[in-house]
Structures are given as structure tokens and as C-alpha cells.
């Protein structure tokens, strides 16, 4: 079965996971790589902007560095639908602020797009901790999408021009599931 047919919706066992997938599926790191907490989540309602704190969607670490997950899409050769990491972003405590203002109804004061750092290294890629970039805040309760702020970047590379199937389950590799 070619790489394209396994992403357009052809059932697939994880060798790694033992999950039967169905098509191509989103890969997402668990925090930003600068936290060091448990690998717990709390409630997002929870939020604490002092210490350290991490929910799904919200992140702040020693009450000084605040974080937000996005989703950085790349598009893949023959998919309409786009390949999408959810990675973590560092906001302004402004930014982070009116994000969480606006979290539960979508409405924001600013809507962007926001200076942040990516806060995660993707496998496969050239590093991206650190990299500047982009966040865009969208309305609806949808995570922030995110573009680097150097063009030439590798993964911004690969989020203008797309990337092959193969490449896609490379990646998923990489990240730990096993393509069988």
C-alpha cells in the first residue's frame, strides 16, 4: 500500500501503539520542552500564572514564562487536508492574558498575530527551539496557528512548498509509532 493511499483513509495497525489508525492523523508534543513538571495535565479552568502550571492548552513556568498550544500545519503533496504538529509557543504575559480573556468564547481584544518562540524541537527537522515565529489566534475555541518568522527555515520550508506522504509517516516514526 503506497504512502498516499495509508494518509486518504486506509486502516493501519501501530506497531508501536497498537492503535488501528484510519488515514493520516495530527502528532503532538505532551508540553514545551522547557517544562519539567509532571507529565500530568491540570484543568485549564485551573490556571495559575504563578509557579508552574500545565493544562492542555495552557502552560506557565516559574511564573515568568507563559506558553500556549498551537498547531503548526504543513500541507502534504495529494491531501487536501493539511498534516498539523501541536506544538507550544511562548506568548507575552500581555498576550497571554488577552488569549486566556478570550479562550472560552473566542473573542479577542487583539487578534493577532502574536511575536512567540516555538517551544518544542520537531524530529526530522532542523531545530526549532527557539525559532521566532508567528501565533494567529483564531476564533471558536481553535488553538492558535503558527508560522516561523524565518522564511528559510527548514519546517517553514516544508509548511510553504508541503511535504511528500512519505515524508509524513517519517515523521510518524520518528515520533514513535511504528508504520506496519
Partial sequence: MSALDRLRGADWNCGSCGILHQGMFDLAAFAPDYWEGPRTYEHNGAVRLDGDFLSEDFCVVGGEHFFVRC??????????????????????????????DGFDDGAYANMGPWT????NRLALFEDTLNQGCWVQPRLGRKRPLVTLADAEHELARAQEDGITPERVLELYVAHGHVVS
Fill in 116 to 119: 512567540g518562540w516555538f517551544s
Fill in 71 to 100: 498547531v503548526f500545519e504543513i500541507p502534504v503533496h495529494g491531501l487536501a487536508h493539511r498534516f498539523g504538529f501541536g506544538i507550544w509557543s511562548t506568548l507575552s504575559r500581555a498576550n497571554f492574558d488577552i488569549y486566556l
